[in-house]
């Protein structure tokens, strides 16, 4: 490792305590859940055959974070972010392992329609707008 690798590692380091980014959630009608839930991770098969050595990728799948169901994209699956929720969750340390006891309270965007959704700043699963009336 160079010193310009090392100080660029420090710097990145520096730059996430100081301002975190936001994890981005997509919110997509689920056809096991019902309703719009988060998805934060893709799958994708790729297959070959020894008759045809050439590898075919099926295009990616979001996957659902509440049941772990995959489906493919269709157009108009994605509601529109409307509703403003108040995260109840807590804070991750961010040099020690666990939670923090300070409050997250931020505030987000999610679809009226989601019944559990995801903190984008500490990542903590909660009740939807639908569930917390």
Known sequence: MTVREFVSGLAFIARDVW???????????????????????YRQIISATKENPTLVAALPEPVCVVCRNAHPRVLGDEPPCDTAIVCTGQRRRRWR??????????QFTVPASAPTVICPWCSTQQDGPTKRR
């Open 19 to 41: 301002r975190p980014t936001p994890r981005s959630d997509l919110y997509l009608d689920c056809d096991v859940c019902g309703g719009a839930t988060p998805h934060s991770s």
């Open 97 to 106: 392992s666990g939670r923090s006891g300070r409050p997250c309270r931020a």
